[in-house]
């Protein structure tokens, strides 16, 4: 089956700045959340790689946006690192060794021919604003950080023309305080409960600012929804998956489409005592500055039936108290990250967007395949064959472009990684770049047979697809 991509959609790529940077050149004080996780937990990242050297961009930005050229790449996203873009959090002075570079490779991509798309915030909150004001727990810190975008969109925002606020506003709080499966294992409901709120109003802040400055470009944040499934037809399991979208799903897409919160989740919160207290000049900024656009990370489906077990009251109220992950016999695996296959969660996406909000436009951030020991599947040129990655794209891509034909707002497709990078905990255990990275001092680049693949994709906007692959 041969499907044509519509002229104007983005075939992009993506990363952030803690993945691929390393440390070179970083400053003592400088370090971000996610760095001072890495330096007291590193004997849970794997093979104890991490931020320190990651893909050493800060010296091979050169190389990689020459690979991005010959590839033809035309969006590439990545973040600042507002933990290096700082010497002072305080009074906001700015880094200039660190804010050249921000320049120096926006300038280059654009001269390769590559937009360059920003994020402010890629899990790099700035340690010290964690240890003081215990990060995004404080309004001082959305102070700081409205100020910071405003200082990033005055240097950088006549190159940059996609903001983004945040890079799956959920995830750190849901690991740590949530969840706390993660250094500093603190289990904390009102206080996840609070930062998706401040990241929230940040947001709407970050828009406001954006648009009363006349900037010509547009902002919106970059959520990770998950298209959620139930168990079963029974009213039990519907309503679980219903629970478990509006705490992880509409937490984020109500204020930032609509510009309001749910009663049914502001009730919920009152009746577990983790509601965030908003005052009503806040809940005006939120309802007066929905974004203007939405990215959207998708990789795999949750499912979930009722849960069968009384919740013990003498646990800390978490979500699941409404639902119970559902694991589905004979499901699609990709055994190397853990995470179910199913490629059409991108048109259930799709259509869930368009049947429950506004017609607002959206584009996949990040979709992609990690996969271990990827030397195992080089060939004697030494270039990895990555089929099952090229296979998976093409499946992912094509239930996305099946959407954009029934109606939905997608704009493109920006595969999770250009290069491999680190990844929380796993760190270089699963690749997902086109590029390959050696483990090398210097860091060594190669394209794999997905980055040729991508290419052509890229140039003829053309996808070939085995109908087998599809409905067999
Ligand atoms: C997303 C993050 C990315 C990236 C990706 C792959 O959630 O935005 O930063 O890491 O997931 O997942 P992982 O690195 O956990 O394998």
């Not at 069968?308 to 109220?317: A, H, S």
Request: net charge negative; proline share 4%; glycine share 6%.
């Amino acid at each position: 089956m041969e499907i044509s991509i519509p002229k104007d959609f983005v075939i992009g790529a993506a990363s952030s700045a803690w993945q691929t940077e390393g440390w070179k050149g970083k400053r003592e004080g400088q370090d971000s959340f996610i760095d001072s996780w890495y330096k007291n937990e590193r004997f849970v990242w794997h093979e104890g790689y991490g931020p320190g050297v990651a893909t050493n961009f800060i010296e091979n930005y050169d190389k990689d946006i020459a690979l991005m050229k010959e590839i033809h790449l035309t969006h590439y996203r990545t973040s600042i690192n507002w933990s290096r873009f700082f010497t002072d959090y305080e009074n906001l002075i700015v880094d200039e060794e660190y804010a050249k570079h921000i320049d120096t490779v926006i300038d280059q991509q654009i001269e390769a021919g590559v937009e360059p798309m920003i994020c402010l915030e890629h899990y790099e909150v700035p340690k010290y604003l964690m240890d003081k004001y215990d990060g995004w727990s404080s309004k001082h810190v959305l102070e700081l950080y409205v100020q910071y975008a405003q200082i990033a969109f005055e240097r950088y925002g006549n190159r940059v023309k996609n903001w983004f606020t945040f890079n799956e506003p959920i995830v750190v709080q849901t690991r740590c305080y949530l969840d706390a499966v993660r250094w500093p294992h603190e289990q904390n409901t009102k206080k996840w409960m609070l930062w998706n709120y401040h990241k929230a109003l940040a947001t709407a802040r970050a828009v406001d600012l954006y648009h009363k400055k006349q900037n010509d470009g547009r902002i919106g944040c970059i959520l990770n929804p998950e298209m959620v499934y139930p168990r079963s037809s029974s009213p039990e399991d519907q309503n679980a998956a219903k629970m478990y979208d509006l705490f992880f799903n509409r937490i984020f897409f109500d204020p930032m489409i609509n510009g309001e919160y749910s009663e049914e989740l502001i009730d919920i919160c009152k009746e577990h005592g983790i509601y965030f207290d908003p005052t009503a000049e806040e809940l005006a900024v939120i309802k007066n500055n929905p974004v203007d656009f939405l990215g959207i990370n998708q990789y795999y489906p949750k499912r979930v039936r009722a849960p069968r077990y009384k919740w013990n009251d003498q646990t800390p109220f978490h979500p699941e108290k409404y639902y119970e992950s559902f694991d589905l016999p004979g499901k699609r695996m990709n055994n190397s990250r853990g995470w179910e296959i199913y490629p059409e969660i991108m048109y259930d996406m799709s259509m869930y967007l368009k049947n429950n909000y506004r017609a607002i436009p959206w584009l996949i951030t990040e979709n992609g395949m990690g996969r271990e020991q990827e030397e195992l599947y080089k060939n004697k040129e030494g270039i990895v064959q990555d089929d099952y990655r090229i296979d998976f794209i093409s499946q992912h891509l094509y239930h996305l472009l099946r959407g954009i034909e029934d109606g939905s707002t997608c704009e493109g497709y920006m595969l999770w990684a250009f290069t491999d990078c680190v990844s929380p905990m796993n760190a270089f255990k699963n690749r997902y770049g086109l590029v390959r990275i050696e483990l090398d001092k210097q860091r060594t680049r190669s394209l794999k047979k997905s980055a040729f693949w991508y290419r052509s994709l890229i140039d003829e906007r053309k996808l070939f697809i085995d109908d087998i692959a599809v409905f067999k």
